[in-house]
C-alpha cells in the first residue's frame, strides 16, 4: 500500500450518510464528481501518489450495474483522474460473485463474502503500474482489500486507495 485517505467522516444519521445515500440510492451522481474535484486539490501535493499511472474504481457486479444504473463511484473516480491528468479504468477490475448490501454485515461476514468476488484483466502493458483504487465508503476494508489484492497479482504492481468517506464499522 502506498497511500490510503479519505475526503471526510462518515457519521451514521450526519450529513455524510445522507451525501453517499442520495448517491447510492437517488441517482445523485454529481455528488461524486464534486466530491473528486474538491479532494483532487489535496491529492496532488501527496508525493506517494505523483506515479500513479491509472485511476481504477470498485466494481459493481453486472446485476447491480443493470439494477441501480450506475457505478456511484465514476463520477469520483473520472473527477480524480481528470484533476490528476491520469487514465480512468473501469476495465481492468472485475466483480466475479454477485452480492447483497455489506452495510449489516460484521467484518468477517464481509470478508467471508467478499475475498473471491474480484478479478484482474491485464495486459503485459499493465505490469508495473501504480493504480490508484477508489471506493465510495470504507468500513471494514473487506472490499478494498479484495480488490487492492487482485490488483497486485499484476507483476510490479502497486496500489493506493482513495474513498469518499471513511466510517467507523
Not at 32 to 42: A, C, E, I, K, T
Not at 61 to 77: A, C, I, M, P, S
Request: aromatic fraction near 8%; glycine fraction near 8%; proline fraction near 2%.
Amino acid at each position: 500500500m502506498e497511500h490510503a485517505s479519505s475526503v471526510v467522516y462518515f457519521h451514521k444519521e450526519g450529513i455524510v450518510q445522507g451525501l453517499i445515500h442520495n448517491l447510492k440510492y437517488r441517482g445523485k451522481e454529481e455528488i461524486g464528481s464534486m466530491m473528486g474535484q474538491w479532494y483532487v486539490h489535496d491529492l496532488k501535493e501527496i508525493e506517494a501518489l505523483k506515479d500513479v499511472t491509472e485511476v481504477v474504481p470498485v466494481p459493481l457486479h453486472k446485476k447491480r450495474l443493470r439494477e441501480r444504473g450506475y457505478n456511484q463511484v465514476e463520477g469520483f473516480g473520472k473527477a480524480l483522474a481528470e484533476g490528476l491528468g491520469k487514465n480512468y479504468n473501469e476495465d481492468i477490475l472485475l466483480r466475479t460473485h454477485y452480492t447483497k448490501t455489506q452495510t449489516k454485515k460484521n467484518l468477517a461476514a464481509r470478508a467471508e463474502i467478499i475475498n473471491e468476488s474480484f478479478d484482474v484483466t491485464p495486459t503485459d502493458s499493465d505490469n508495473g503500474k501504480h493504480f490508484l483504487l477508489v471506493d465510495d465508503v470504507i468500513t471494514t476494508g473487506a472490499t478494498l482489500e479484495a480488490c487492492g489484492k487482485a490488483l497486485l497479482r499484476i507483476p510490479g504492481a502497486k496500489v493506493s486507495i482513495i474513498t469518499m468517506a471513511y466510517a467507523h464499522s
